[in-house]
């Protein structure tokens, strides 16, 4: 193998992982977990006190493309010597890695926050009915949780039906469907 493809085999492996990470992100397809851990110093606090350290899979599909793809165009078109493709792309693949390892601590981890119980509870939640429940059948409601708009498959506690447009209590949340009641009907009884 000469330099000129080995340079090309990490880019193009280094780019095929990122691939499958991006993908992986938005499919839940997971490969398994490499755990890379350096102790003491250079760690970054994450979500519930884990630390994330500069030598991490993203930081090393960064360096593998950057040093990938310097050497490769250093090497084809530079007309250098060996070693100093290799010191040229070997910094240009640390300097990538740390350009995302800075941005992952300082822009991406600040607002990076694990939800607790409360926040996604939605027993006792309003909610509005957007599609009629059935009589002793299933149908749809509306509700805002965490600033953004949910949907949820929805029953009668009682079995009787509910139009489309009132107003619902959340009783209860089961296996993915929320047991309501009418607010008007918990509204009658408190007085």
Known sequence: MTWEGFYLFCFAFGLCLSAIAFVGGFSHFHLGHL????????????VNGHSITPVNGFTLMIFLCWFGGTGYL?????GFVVPVVLVLSTLAGVMGATAIFWFLVHVLLPHDRALTAEETATTGMLARVSAAIRDHGTGEILFTQNG???????RSENGLPIPRDTEVVVMRYEQGVAWVRRWDEIASEVK
């Open 35 to 46: 755990h890379l851990h350096h102790a003491g110093a250079g760690r970054a606090q994450g």
């Open 148 to 154: 953004s708009r949910k949907f949820a498959a929805a």
């Open 74 to 78: 250093l090497e084809h078109y530079g």
